[in-house]
């Protein structure tokens, strides 16, 4: 399928679709807790399980968090867990090319963080065609494009992107007592969660009159992009007196632009709860983030995936809690 009838596709269907996907699921309110480990029919398994963690990078903390949980599982269940991530988070094509390698290489179950929500979906389709369990955590893969081409039964295990979003950009948009201008720096194009950051963000400043939303543009998650974007925006829009960034990293990186241009006065807020981002927080620089508890996103992968495996039918989908992280509860 073509990029326009992909777009013709989700255009059509995809509202309603993620409208339905915050409201059905199962919540599980984790921190750093483990899941009751499920009881083992060694006749259903592979001696040892072989379950493949594909991430978008290494480079974002966030996903060194996110294999840290996966390894937990990987100890607590003894599993093989064999972990792969692409160079950046923009590197669609290459981690399409490893869940390609997977497939030949014969993995039991595929745990993935897809950097897009749908250009994944053909290859995971052929992983699942060759006997493979598919598990989507942190970014949803596009239900209704799934559904054409067949995906089936892939439980997805994130959080409620749009309400962490809504209550970061809440947390800043309060403070907003003056007609005032604010940006927004989202994620990648074509990213569910990206999308829903973005719209959870515009939500909560609709609901302040004095704010104005100047722009709203793509940094691509990463931090350089994030200071030259941010340092765009402030030419462009002199006046911006706060910004949303859908993740942490795009926050540091507009950070340190607002200090190089010595605008201590702009509040910013975030997502993630980097360890960076809390220092940020502690310094005064940024004054709220969102923990999504990357952790526990692995741990469930790896949990689930072995699940499947035994057989077990599972929820389509399942949210852990956000938590708001300001100033007053940073650790």
């Known amino acids: 399928m073509d990029k326009l009838t992909q777009f013709l596709?989700?255009?059509?269907?995809?509202f309603t679709a993620a409208c339905a996907a915050g409201r059905?699921?199962?919540?599980?309110?984790?921190?750093?807790?483990?899941?009751?480990?499920?009881?083992?029919?060694?006749?259903?398994l592979p001696a040892v399980p072989r379950i493949a963690l594909v991430m978008k990078t290494l480079?974002?903390?966030?996903?060194?968090?996110?294999?840290?949980?996966?390894?937990?599982?990987?100890?607590?269940?003894?599993?093989?867990?064999?972990?792969?991530?692409?160079?950046?988070?923009?590197?669609?094509?290459?981690q399409i090319g490893l869940v390609d390698e997977l497939i030949q290489d014969q993995v039991d179950a595929i745990v993935i963080a897809p950097g897009d929500s749908l250009e994944l979906i053909p290859v995971l389709k052929k992983a699942q065609d060759a006997g493979i369990v598919v598990i989507n955590i942190d970014n949803q893969l596009n239900p209704d494009y799934s559904a054409a081409l067949g995906l089936q039964n892939v439980p997805y295990i994130s959080v409620d992107n749009r309400l962490g979003a809504y209550l970061s950009a809440q947390y800043i948009s309060r403070q907003m007592?003056?007609?005032?201008?604010?940006?927004?720096?989202?994620?990648?194009?074509?990213?569910?969660?990206?999308?829903?950051?973005?719209?959870?963000?515009?939500?909560?400043?609709?609901?302040?009159?004095?704010?104005?939303?100047?722009?709203?543009?793509?940094?691509n998650w990463k931090i350089d992009e994030g200071y030259l974007v941010a340092k765009e925006l402030f030419i462009a829009y002199p006046?911006?007196?706060?910004?949303?960034?859908?993740?942490?990293?795009?926050?540091?990186?507009?950070?340190?632009?607002?200090?190089?241009?010595?605008?201590?006065?702009?509040?910013?807020?975030?997502?993630?709860?980097?360890?960076?981002a809390k220092g940020a927080i502690r310094a005064g620089a940024?004054?709220?983030?969102?923990?999504?508890?990357?952790?526990?996103?692995?741990?469930?992968?790896?949990?689930?995936?072995?699940?499947?495996?035994?057989?077990?039918?599972?929820?389509?989908?399942?949210?852990?809690?956000?938590?708001?992280?300001?100033?007053?509860?940073?650790?």
């Open 239 to 276: 006046n911006i007196a706060a910004l949303f960034c859908a993740n942490d990293m795009m926050a540091l990186g507009a950070i340190q632009y607002l200090q190089e241009a010595n605008r201590p006065d702009v509040l910013v807020a975030a997502y993630d709860a980097l360890n960076e």
């Open 177 to 219: 007592t003056a007609p005032a201008a604010v940006a927004i720096l989202e994620g990648i194009h074509g990213a569910q969660n990206g999308e829903d950051r973005k719209q959870g963000a515009l939500q909560a400043f609709a609901e302040n009159p004095n704010i104005t939303v100047v722009a709203s543009t793509t940094a």
């Open 24 to 44: 059905e699921g199962t919540a599980v309110p984790l921190l750093n807790q483990a899941a009751p480990s499920p009881a083992v029919d060694v006749d259903r």
């Open 286 to 331: 940024l004054q709220a983030t969102i923990d999504q508890q990357a952790a526990e996103q692995g741990y469930l992968g790896v949990w689930y995936a072995l699940r499947a495996l035994q057989g077990e039918q599972l929820p389509a989908q399942t949210l852990i809690d956000v938590i708001l992280i300001t100033a007053e509860n940073v650790d």
């Open 59 to 94: 480079t974002n903390p966030f996903f060194v968090e996110m294999e840290k949980g996966a390894r937990r599982a990987e100890a607590e269940f003894g599993v093989q867990l064999i972990v792969k991530t692409a160079a950046q988070e923009t590197s669609i094509e290459q």
């Open 9 to 14: 596709l989700i255009a059509v269907i995809g």
